[in-house]
């Protein structure tokens, strides 16, 4: 609210979120149970997906991110279905990896987009990254020191 976003009023909205969401989600199950053996097609699917179901049917939209956000589903149900031990998917603790780089994505012309510069909130110090444990507990690595902490490096 602060930021002048309207939360989400239950009565009002929640049919169409959930309407939305769970036509996204049969459109990804489809592709993973559909082409399960056709990786090929498998990740087409994924992609029109994407482009369907989170990017709206933008035509404005590169397939450059259509290929990388299709990637990033890829993986994570790789991560979660296959690779997530029973107990931390119960206890909702999941690693879900880094986000897909998006640097030199291109757009819809074929040009490479010039990147966004980072909030100077989200950058770390040098030699610190953010890593998660198994469970998915976030904590902070210096690559430099092999130094670990559970708080953010200042």
């Given at each position: 609210r602060a930021e002048g976003v309207?939360?989400?009023t239950v009565n009002k909205h929640l049919k169409d979120v959930q309407q939305v969401s769970?036509?996204?989600m049969t459109h990804f199950d489809h592709a993973f149970t559909e082409y399960r053996e056709?990786?090929?097609?498998?990740?087409?699917?994924?992609?029109?997906a994407v482009w369907i179901h989170l990017l709206m049917k933008d035509e404005g939209a590169s397939d450059d991110l259509i290929k990388r956000l299709a990637a990033y589903v890829e993986y994570q149900h790789q991560n979660v279905v296959q690779s997530l031990p029973d107990a931390y998917f119960q206890d909702g603790k999941v690693n879900w990896g880094?986000?897909?780089?998006?640097?030199g994505m291109k757009d819809k012309n074929g040009e490479i987009m010039r990147?966004?510069?980072?909030?100077p909130d989200d950058v770390l110090p040098e030699g610190w990254i953010i890593a998660l444990t198994d469970a998915g507990d976030?904590?902070?690595?210096?690559?430099?020191?092999?130094q670990t902490t559970w708080q953010r490096p200042i």
């Open positions: 309207n939360e989400l769970f036509q996204q056709d990786s090929i097609r498998r990740f087409e699917e994924l992609a029109a880094s986000m897909p780089s998006f640097d990147p966004v510069a980072p909030d976030t904590y902070y690595w210096n690559t430099q020191t092999n």
